[in-house]
């Protein structure tokens, strides 16, 4: 699989390439190192060099810079915490299989986790100047889409009348998911500024 064309084809042809991705053989650990790992690292690097080089402006204070540190700290915690919020959200998808008459099967859905995923990782380059790091979040809304199509194509099995439900269902999850490692990742910095 070449990287730089999974992504292209996820992004601008998605039923195409779905469709290229249920047919596909693979597996988890492949869709780990060769694709999640690469791509979760763009938004981790961005904001590390966003945060130390460009800085922030907050109001009534000015430009504000991370120290390396704490720059690189919380790039390397927020690298780890999307593999992870990845990894158990296709655990997730892949555990609620059998309430919407679809197959259990972890491979099928690590690609819907991961290629879902694509939007947020590739905008995450916005991260570079962090008053755009919202444009990224909105990018990542894309992934909704692109989730949505992959249970549609259907990579789980699932019945077209199922396919609402469980990806809601799978939203709801991850929402959950990243609202938790975010607390975590605030509590952390909030400890480290106290201390």
């Known amino acids: 699989m ?17 469709a290229k991705i249920k047919g596909e053989t693979t597996t988890v650990s492949e869709l780990f190192t060769s694709y999640a790992m ?18 922030q402006r907050i109001p009534f204070l000015g ?3 991370w120290g390396v540190g704490r720059a690189f700290g ?18 997730i998808i892949n555990a609620l299989a059998p309430n919407f008459s679809s197959a259990q099967n972890m491979t099928s859905a690590m690609k819907l986790a991961v ?18 790091s919202v444009l990224a979040l909105l990018a990542g ?5 692109l989730l ?5 194509t259907p990579v789980m099995e699932t019945p077209k009348d199922k396919v609402l439900g469980y990806m809601i269902m799978s939203i709801i999850a991850v929402i959950v998911l990243y609202m938790v490692f ?14």
Do not use: C
Not at 74 to 91: G, K
Not at 182 to 195: E, M, Q
């Open 182 to 195: 975010g607390l975590i990742l605030g509590g952390i910095y909030a400890v480290r500024v106290h201390a």
């Open 141 to 145: 809304l894309y992934g909704l889409y």
């Open 38 to 55: 690469i791509l979760a690292a763009i938004p981790a690097a961005a904001q590390f060099i966003g945060y130390v080089i460009i800085g």
């Open 74 to 91: 919380n790039a390397v915690l927020s690298y780890v915490f999307s593999l992870a919020t990845v990894y158990i959200f296709a655990f």
């Open 63 to 65: 430009l504000y810079r």
């Open 2 to 18: 070449d990287l730089v064309q999974r992504a292209q084809g996820i992004l601008l042809k998605p039923k195409e390439e779905w």
């Open 115 to 132: 290629y879902s995923m694509t939007p947020a990782w590739v905008a995450g380059v916005l991260h570079i100047i962090p008053f755009l």
């Open 148 to 152: 949505y199509l992959g249970f549609e």
